[in-house]
């Protein structure tokens, strides 16, 4: 199994930054990946950011892209996402996630979850 732990979550004002991190222990794939997804009160889930293991490329959502930068670390079998520019619309519970099968979007694709961290954005 993999378990996936998140932290770095907090309430900050507009305009400020925060990095999460996930650190996953336990049996990897070579060819996996793992990524961000968001989810405010009465919304559903949404894609934030993807890696894929092998070779760090990244995937964004539009919402995110160029505010947001997620990045690996072999070392620790970590990933984190540093969120630049927060606004009112990123504040939700964000949890990561793990593919066995490298780049995707989709939730559903996703075998592994952690337990999410609270962003809190306000003026």
């Known amino acids: 199994q993999v378990p996936l732990v998140e932290s770095g979550g907090g309430s900050v004002q507009v305009g400020d930054s925060l990095r999460l991190s996930c650190v996953a222990s336990?049996?990897?794939?070579?060819?996996?990946?793992m990524g961000w997804f968001r989810q405010a009160p009465g919304k559903e889930r949404e894609f934030v950011a993807h890696?894929?293991?092998?070779?760090?490329?990244?995937y964004y959502a539009d919402l995110v892209k160029g505010r947001f930068t997620i990045s690996r670390d072999n070392t620790k079998i970590a990933v984190y996402l540093q969120m630049n520019s927060l606004n009112s619309e990123d504040t939700a519970v964000y949890y990561c996630?793990?593919?066995?099968?490298?780049?995707?979007?989709?939730?559903?694709?996703?075998?592994?979850w952690g337990q999410g961290t609270q962003v809190t954005v306000s003026s």
């Open positions: 996630a793990a593919s066995r099968t490298g780049r995707s979007g989709i939730a559903g694709a996703y075998n592994y």
């Open positions: 336990g049996r990897t794939f070579p060819n996996w990946g």
């Open positions: 890696i894929n293991w092998d070779d760090g490329s990244a």
